[in-house]
C-alpha cells in the first residue's frame, strides 16, 4: 500500500509522506478489524450481557489501577524512541534511515520475547483471577 500511495501507482495520486501516513491508518484500522473478528466469540460471554456490576467505579478503577504501571512504562519506551529518531533526523537523512533500519531489526528480535512474556502475563493472571495457585506456580 506505500508504494502504490507514496508513488502514485495504479492510478492512484502521488500522495508522498501523506501517503505513507493514509497507508499507515489503513492498516491499524484492517488489524483492529481483524483482532475484533477473531476474538469476539470469546470476548463476548466476557463483555456481553452488560450488568451494572460491570460499570461500577471500584471495579473500573481497579482494572485502571492494574493497567496504570504498565501503560505508563509503554508510553516512556515510545516516547524514548521517538525523541531518538527525531534527534537522528536533525544529524542526517542517512542517521534516520539507518537508525530505522536498526529499530526495525532489533524489534524483530523484541518482539518474539514481548509475546512470550505477555503470554505467560496472561497465564497467570488467569490462574490467579481463578484462585488457582498451585495452576499459577505450574504456569510459572
Avoid at 525523541?83 to 533526523?89: I, P, V
Wanted: aromatic residues 6%; positive net charge.
Amino acid at each position: 500500500m506505500n508504494y502504490i500511495l507514496v508513488f502514485g501507482k495504479f492510478g492512484f495520486p502521488e500522495m508522498g509522506v501523506a501517503g505513507s501516513a493514509v497507508t499507515t491508518l489503513l492498516s491499524s484500522i484492517l488489524m483492529l478489524g481483524t483482532l475484533l473478528i477473531y476474538i469476539w466469540p470469546s470476548l463476548q460471554k466476557e463483555v456481553l450481557p452488560l450488568s451494572r456490576e460491570t460499570l461500577k467505579m471500584k471495579v473500573l478503577m481497579r482494572q485502571f489501577v492494574l493497567g496504570l504501571p504498565l501503560s505508563a512504562q509503554s508510553v516512556l519506551e515510545t516516547a524514548a524512541f521517538t525523541c531518538t529518531a527525531l534527534l537522528m533526523g536533525r544529524i542526517s537523512i542517512e542517521a534516520a534511515a539507518s537508525h530505522s533500519v536498526a529499530n526495525s531489526l532489533a524489534a524483530l528480535t523484541y518482539m518474539v520475547s514481548l509475546g512470550i512474556s505477555t503470554v505467560a502475563s496472561v497465564r497467570i493472571g488467569e490462574a490467579v483471577g481463578r484462585k488457582d495457585i498451585m495452576s499459577a506456580r505450574r504456569v510459572a
